[in-house]
């Protein structure tokens, strides 16, 4: 059973950066895909970026050139480092698994493994 944890969320003025882990256990990441995504009050939960079992990367429009997801298979950890933060990016995000596929997603109801989420707010 793979477990995700979150770290990293906090408040951050605008223009700012953070940088978020998610930290995996019961698995090595080598075997799945790894998302991220975020839920703002009020709204669906959206996809932000993904890093895929063989390294391939993929970006939501509105995060492209300011957010870049990696990880470290080593520490069995993903992070999404967010620069130039914007109000609008104030969310609660979230990292998730599932079992690497040939077909990339960006939706939710595609992965299995969800952590509890971390809260990112951005004041102007």
């Known amino acids: 059973q793979v477990q995700l944890v979150e770290s990293g969320g906090r408040l951050v003025q605008a223009g700012g950066s953070l940088r978020l882990s998610c930290t995996s256990s019961?698995?090595?990441?080598?075997?799945?895909?790894m998302g991220w995504f975020r839920q703002a009050p009020g709204k669906e939960r959206e996809f932000v970026a993904s890093?895929?079992?063989?390294?391939?990367?993929y970006y939501v429009d509105f995060v492209q050139g300011r957010f870049t997801v990696s990880r470290d298979t080593a520490t069995n950890t993903v992070y999404l480092q967010m620069n130039s933060l914007k109000v609008e990016d104030t969310a609660v995000y979230y990292c998730a698994a599932r079992q690497r596929q040939w077909e990339p997603t960006t939706r939710a109801s595609d992965f299995a493994y969800w952590g509890q989420g971390t809260q990112v707010t951005v004041s102007s």
């Open positions: 019961g698995g090595s990441i080598d075997f799945y895909d």
């Open positions: 890093i895929w079992w063989n390294g391939h990367t």
